[in-house]
């Protein structure tokens, strides 16, 4: 069965509070001290039944290559892949509207990591990747997420462009972000539906098919000397943006 090494304080202490993973083997540098988030982490381990070993930080370094480890390593199974009705049936359980990320072929995993935080950050049902020429759920994406990718449905598809109309025909509305004349300002549309926010590759945005079915483009406002934000900024403002509209203050 495939192992994976993950690594880094807050992305493992995510991992063993989850408990989605099949969990093996927790390794620590001699030289962290068990105080903290250390601490934490040994506890969890302790908890889960999995052994905790000590080892110097060469070996450490030798095993996870280069990489900021900060002296952890966790040995796990793979990460636990949903299908797409899992995502729509959690949004159906707890009486919301779905809020979905898709990404378009989204490669950096730092990116990746970002948006994954944020979309965990508000709550999201899902997010959606294509399983070609795009990031998995690698252990650079748990880490870059601090571990919040742990907490999400991630539903890994073969064709995004079926996947679109899969959720139009569920009456779910499928916007995507583009920064071109053809989108609308962000805060001039009505985001508090049924959603699923489509965030396109680092550079070349959302592929053409992808963009032809999506029900209708926003962009954000800039007004600034840079004309655009990289899909992590933009992608996690646009999916706040929309969560934000589903919690406006009432008015008295």
């Known amino acids: 069965m495939t192992t994976e090494l993950l690594y880094g304080r807050n992305a493992v202490r995510e991992v063993l509070r989850a408990r989605r ?21 040994v506890h969890l381990a302790q908890q889960a039944g999995i052994p905790v070993e000590r080892i110097e930080r060469q070996m ?3 095993q996870l290559r280069d990489v900021n480890h900060q002296g952890v390593m966790l040995e796990a199974g793979p990460y636990p892949y949903v299908d797409l009705d899992t995502c729509l049936n959690a949004a159906t359980e ?3 509207a779905a809020l979905l990320l898709l990404f378009d072929h989204l ?13 965990e950050a508000v709550g999201c049902h899902g997010v959606v990747i294509p399983s070609r020429r795009a990031a998995e759920i690698t252990p650079a994406v748990v880490n870059a997420s601090s571990g919040a990718v742990e907490h999400l449905r ?10 679109i109309e899969e959720l139009q025909r569920a009456g779910v509305w499928v916007v995507g972000l ?5 989108a609308q300002d962000i805060d001039a549309v009505d985001l508090d539906l049924p959603l699923a926010l489509v965030i396109g590759a ?3 945005g959302i592929a053409r098919l992808v963009r032809e079915r999506c029900d209708f483009l ?9 004309g655009s934000l990289n899909a992590a900024i933009a992608g996690s403002i646009a999916i706040y943006y929309a969560w934000r509209q589903r919690h406006r203050p009432v008015a008295d």
């Open 21 to 41: 993973r099949t969990l093996r083997r927790l390794v620590l540098s001699q030289s962290v001290q068990e105080s903290g988030v250390i601490a934490e982490i």
């Open 60 to 62: 450490l370094d030798r």
């Open 94 to 96: 707890r009486r919301e």
């Open 107 to 119: 490669q950096d995993p730092q990116n990746i990591g970002t948006l994954l935080r944020t979309a």
């Open 154 to 163: 991630v539903a890994m598809v073969s064709n995004l462009n079926q996947t």
């Open 178 to 182: 583009e920064q071109d004349d053809q």
């Open 202 to 204: 680092e550079g070349t």
């Open 218 to 226: 926003v962009r954000l406002p800039i007004i600034g000397q840079v």
